[in-house]
Structures are given as structure tokens and as C-alpha cells.
């Protein structure tokens, strides 16, 4: 190979390096936003889903003080509705990790049930509203470690919390 040729070569391949650092300076996840706050990443992702996937994407700074707000970070006692407090609660969630909106077996007006997923650990936040509209209320605000929860009876005035095998937790109304 002649000495341009390999030039010629070099300079292609310092353009294309170029080109793709650009590109993925545009494109790559290096912070999330949570509850107003941003944090950086301890490391770029070259896509949502590789940030998603990486189990240590928040970097051990990070992940302390968003387990904290997570875990403490209040609600408004009063919602218009099931869907406002729906909203607020997805705040909660930390991008890339779980949020679910579980069944609730109970007469009308039905309560709403949001499991939060703290990163980091094997603990979900989990609140439960209910009300009329213009008066939905927090009624149940709790931090759950164990046996998983998948949904809620209200029998009698009493919310029972359901896993797999049954009753996980109790709470009289």
C-alpha cells in the first residue's frame, strides 16, 4: 500500500471516528432528569434501552440520593381525580426502571393502586388513592420489601394487599 493510500486511508477512518462521536454525542444518554433534578450518568449510552438494561446505570452517587427521594418524596394530600393522581404518581418513576398500575377489587368509586420501583434495591413504593373527584386522597403510602404484591381487595372497610400466595399486608380504612 502506498504511502497516500494509507494517507488517504488514516484520514477516512479519523473522519468516520469523527462522524460517529458527533453523532452519538447527539443521541447518547449522559444524564436522566428526576423529580427537577438532573444526574449524570457515570457513563454515555448510545440508546435509552442501553441505559435501561445496564444494572449499574446510575453509579453509586447517584443511586443513594435517588433511592432517598424516591422513597420520601411527598405527594399532594388532594387530587381532582384517579387519572391527576395517576400523573403525580408516575413522577415518581425513575427512567428506565418499573412502574405499574395494579387491580384493585373494590366497590365504586374504585381506589388506584401504583407500585414504584426503587432502583438499586429489591423495594417498591407503593400508593393507594381513592375518592370522589375533586377529593382523591392518598390513603396508603408505603415502601415494600418481600413477597411481591399484584394486587388489592377491599373487604369491610378493610384494603388487603395480594401476592402470589395470598395476603401480604393489611390495612383497615
Same mark, same amino acid.
Given at each position: ?50 441505559? !435501561? ?83 382523591? !386522597? ?34 383497615? !380504612?
Amino acid at each position: 500500500m502506498s504511502r497516500s493510500m494509507l494517507a488517504l486511508f488514516v484520514g477516512l477512518a479519523a473522519l468516520l471516528a469523527l462522524a460517529y462521536w458527533f453523532y452519538l454525542g447527539k443521541i447518547a444518554v449522559t444524564h436522566i432528569d428526576y423529580l427537577g433534578m438532573r444526574f449524570d450518568l457515570p457513563r454515555a449510552y448510545a440508546s435509552y434501552e442501553a441505559f !435501561r438494561d445496564d444494572p449499574n446505570n446510575l453509579g453509586p452517587t447517584n443511586l443513594a440520593r435517588i433511592q432517598a427521594m424516591a422513597e420520601t418524596h411527598r405527594l399532594p394530600e388532594v387530587f381532582a381525580s384517579t387519572e391527576a393522581f395517576g400523573k403525580q404518581a408516575f413522577e415518581l418513576k425513575v427512567p428506565g426502571y418499573g412502574l405499574a398500575n395494579l387491580r384493585v377489587d373494590a366497590p365504586d368509586p374504585k381506589p388506584m393502586l401504583i407500585a414504584v420501583e426503587i432502583p438499586g434495591t429489591v423495594r417498591w413504593r407503593f400508593l393507594l388513592a381513592a375518592g370522589e373527584p375533586g377529593s382523591v !386522597r392518598v390513603i396508603d403510602d408505603f415502601i415494600h420489601e418481600g413477597k411481591p404484591i399484584t394486587s388489592a381487595v377491599v373487604q369491610s372497610g378493610v384494603v388487603h394487599y395480594i401476592g402470589p400466595q395470598g395476603s401480604v399486608r393489611e390495612l383497615p !380504612r
